[in-house]
Nanobody, 126 residues
Framework: VQLQASGGGLAQVGESLRLSCAAS????????MGWFRQAPGKEREFVAA????????DYTNSVKGRFTISRDNALKRVFLQMNSLKPEDTAVYYC????????????????????WGQGTLVTVSS
């Protein structure tokens, strides 16, 4: 399984970025996907997740109303639209694929994901 994240970069406060993650090596449409992030000196934390069907999503409280996760099963991609960016959103963002096919709902737990992308850096400057 390979996950390739892209779309990070430098943004000003209030601006938007869109992250993309391309997956290969697994039946993409059968697995939930998640985005996590890790800021310098901090542990990796959950950001957003989408179920295998796309009908269920979860967000950490700090990004609700600003970030939107979506997926395109035909393209085997998951996206994270990030609006109204804040300095505290600065981190390396990782996409990950669920270890369990056809999970009910989506998982917010690091241990439920078994493959990870290489990470893409998002820097929000004030």
């Amino acid at each position: 399984v390979q996950l390739q994240a892209s779309g990070g970069g430098l943004a000003q406060v209030g601006e938007s970025l869109r992250l993309s993650c391309a997956a290969s090596g697994r039946t993409f449409s059968a697995y939930g996907m998640g985005w996590f992030r890790q800021a310098p000196g901090k542990e990796r934390e959950f950001v957003a997740a989408v179920s295998w069907s796309g009908r269920s999503t979860d967000y950490t409280n700090s990004v609700k109303g600003r970030f939107t996760i979506s997926r395109d099963n035909a393209l085997k991609r998951v996206f994270l639209q990030m609006n109204s960016l804040k300095p505290e959103d600065t981190a390396v963002y990782y996409c990950a694929i669920d270890s369990r096919p056809y999970r009910s709902g989506s998982s917010t737990k690091v241990e439920d994901y078994d493959y990870w992308g290489q990470g893409t850096l998002v820097t929000v400057s004030s």
